[in-house]
């Protein structure tokens, strides 16, 4: 099976930006271990004001979130994955868009051949495809980038569909 590194294109220098997110999430809320404080909380945020907002199907700044029709398309590959709505609220036009946070399965899948920085940082990211199992979409648990990783039948039923401003690049698998 094959895989890839879902992104934002970053070529869209207009695509909308969420301001104060971690004013009210907390970085270790995006795990399955705390569903219960994410339904819990009210997720609203305001826009970065530019003279242009491009709204994006994916949005992988500060947080990955989902348009509607994209989270759509994952439940049905991934119908159990938790998912809380997100408002995006563009004070200046007065528009509110409904996108939404999934939290992902960490996966232990990170082959012995991928390599790093000094730092720690990724430098050349190579998973292992029978650790995967059955996950559609997921997190690369041992690495601190937030890469999210789809398999390739999800791969294939994004490109099919006119979503917008999202880019895959293929991972290495041994």
Same mark, same amino acid.
């Not at 301001?19 to 994410?38: A, K, N, S």
């Not at 819990?40 to 029709?69: C, G, H, M, T, W």
């Given at each position: 099976?094959?895989?890839? @590194?879902m992104?934002?294109?970053?070529? @869209?220098?207009?695509a909308?930006?969420?301001t104060g997110?971690?004013?009210?999430?907390?970085?270790?809320?995006?795990?399955? /271990?705390?569903?219960?404080?994410? =339904?819990?909380? #009210?997720?609203?945020?305001?826009?970065?004001?530019? &003279? =242009?907002?491009?709204?994006?199907?994916?949005?992988?700044r500060?947080?990955?979130?989902?348009s509607?029709r994209?989270?759509?398309?994952?439940?049905?590959?991934?119908?159990?994955l938790?998912?809380?709505?997100?408002?995006?609220?563009?004070?200046?036009?007065? +528009?509110? /868009?409904?996108?939404?946070? !999934?939290?992902? %399965? +960490?996966?232990?899948? !990170?082959?012995?051949q991928?390599?790093f920085h %000094?730092?720690?940082?990724?430098?050349?990211?190579?998973?292992?495809?029978?650790?995967?199992k &059955?996950?559609? #979409?997921?997190?690369? =648990?041992? @690495?601190? =980038?937030?890469? #999210?990783?789809?398999?390739?039948?999800?791969?294939?039923?994004?490109l099919? &569909? /006119?979503?917008?401003? @999202?880019? !895959?690049?293929?991972?290495?698998?041994?």
């Amino acid at each position: 099976m094959n895989y890839f @590194i879902m992104t934002q294109d970053e070529r @869209i220098a207009q695509a909308v930006v969420p301001t104060g997110v971690f004013d009210v999430i907390r970085p270790e809320w995006l795990t399955p /271990d705390y569903q219960e404080e994410l =339904e819990e909380a #009210i997720l609203q945020f305001d826009i970065k004001p530019k &003279r =242009e907002n491009v709204y994006l199907d994916f949005l992988d700044r500060p947080i990955p979130l989902y348009s509607d029709r994209l989270k759509e398309l994952i439940h049905k590959f991934a119908p159990r994955l938790f998912a809380k709505s997100v408002v995006l609220a563009d004070q200046e036009r007065v +528009r509110q /868009d409904v996108y939404w946070l !999934l939290v992902l %399965p +960490r996966v232990a899948c !990170l082959s012995e051949q991928s390599e790093f920085h %000094p730092n720690g940082a990724l430098k050349r990211l190579v998973i292992e495809g029978a650790n995967v199992k &059955r996950h559609t #979409i997921f997190q690369v =648990e041992g @690495i601190r =980038e937030p890469h #999210i990783i789809i398999d390739l039948r999800l791969a294939e039923a994004l490109l099919r &569909r /006119d979503f917008f401003g @999202i880019r !895959l690049k293929k991972v290495e698998h041994v």
